[in-house]
């Protein structure tokens, strides 16, 4: 057996040896469901197990109460891999971040089996708040990735791709303000902020015709008025907006701003836009790293599409679309056995089975496998590096 083979296996052997506790952190966190920005529970729950496995941890880190940092190792490189573990409103882990939480430990731990004293430094970084608050963008601009070479992490799906196709987003509350009368006594005396959010989505369904096939808006009444008999003053809905790339972006938000400017315009009422503080951009997948995943998993088992078709799945938004364009990433989906896609109530129940934990770790062990690539075999980290700067130049 080969020098890499053997560190391959302790990897493996590793990430085998610690897969109960992984599945009691796992359910903890399922059990005790958080939104973004109150990942508590888990963020204790997550910090004490790195801590107990030796690991240097920072809580509440980059001024995220609920982020940490956690790191072993010496020298270089250093490869990141990120936790996620905010759950969504009333239907708990139906995104199955429980699961992305403990793939990163258990990736952390299976890389650090893998490497000798001084081969390198493995940094688990936990991201709050990817439902809705980009918790990564902070992460980017507040110097989480400054020193590290690559990042990695993984999530859960019906399927599995090692390539991950990922818009941009940019959110936006919308509320119109109007003035209230009766509606069948002096209806001529209100000003219908119903009308005006009614509108602003007539407004953009009409713009979809008009709109490229990789731009997508959508978005629902939040409030819409109390009684039928008082012409409502307040209404409010929330909108995503997202488009291919940043660029697209901005070009789709100006045109749908003018749905909403024109609603207000024809109604009377007025309108207060109040946009997330941060966009998040599509993804550049790291070939190298996507390829070495998707040979390892092959060695598991698991066959994942090729780039072609893996880029080809439907698209969805995550703050890991930042991270990509601050160095070489990936974001791999592995499939668990679920009745239904992502954010239903189907999924919350899958990312708790026990099939769940056993693909979670089998992935987990791709990604361990893909960092010890990183680390140990000569020129991949360099080829990373080189793709990701030649891409992100472009
Ligand atoms: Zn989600
Ligand atoms: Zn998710």
Not at 104 to 122: D, I, K, N, Q, R
């Amino acid at each position: 057996m080969s020098d890499i083979d053997a560190r391959r296996r302790k990897a493996k052997e590793r990430i085998d040896a610690i897969s109960a506790d992984l599945r009691q952190v796992s359910l903890s966190i399922h059990e005790n469901p958080e939104t973004n920005w109150q990942e508590h529970h888990a963020h204790k729950v997550l910090t004490g197990y790195l801590e107990a496995e030796g690991f240097h941890v920072e809580r509440g880190a980059f001024g995220m109460e609920t982020a940490f940092r956690a790191v072993a190792g010496q020298g270089g490189p250093v490869i990141a891999v990120m936790c996620e573990y905010d759950a969504l409103p009333g239907i708990g882990h139906a995104c199955g971040h429980n699961l992305i939480a403990i793939s990163g430990l258990a990736a952390a731990a299976g890389m650090l089996a893998g490497l000798e004293p001084g081969e390198g430094t493995v940094v688990v970084l936990g991201s709050p708040a990817e439902e809705g608050g980009h918790g990564k963008v902070y992460l980017v601009e507040r110097g989480a990735f400054e020193g590290v070479d690559a990042a990695m992490m993984l999530h859960p799906g019906p399927g599995d791709n090692a390539w991950a196709n990922v818009v941009a987003i940019h959110e936006v509350k919308l509320e119109y303000r109007g003035r209230n009368a009766h509606a069948a006594a002096a209806p001529w005396e209100g000003v219908n902020a119903l009308d005006a959010v009614v509108m602003a989505f007539n407004g953009v369904n009409a713009l979809r015709q008009q709109i490229k096939p990789t731009d997508k808006v959508h978005g629902v009444i939040t409030h819409g008025g109390l009684r039928p008999n008082i012409i409502p003053d307040f209404t409010s809905a929330d909108f995503y907006v997202r488009a291919r790339n940043m660029a697209e972006l901005e070009v789709l938000k100006e045109r749908v701003v003018g749905c909403f400017e024109g609603a207000a315009m024809a109604t009377g009422c007025s309108l207060t836009l109040a946009w997330e503080p941060r966009a998040t951009s599509d993804m550049l997948n790291n070939d190298i790293m996507a390829g070495a995943y998707a040979e390892h998993m092959m060695t598991l088992g698991v066959r994942t599409p090729s780039k072609e078709r893996g880029m080809r799945y439907p698209a969805g938004s995550t703050d890991m679309g930042n991270v990509s364009y601050a160095l070489p990433a990936i974001h791999p989906h592995f499939g668990i056995p679920t009745p239904s896609g992502n954010h239903t109530p189907g999924f919350t129940a899958a990312a708790a089975t026990p099939e769940a934990h056993e693909n979670t770790l089998r992935a987990a062990k791709g990604m361990a496998l893909t960092g010890l690539d990183l680390f140990l075999r000569e020129g991949v980290l360099e080829s990373a590096v080189k793709e990701f700067r030649e891409r992100r130049g472009k």
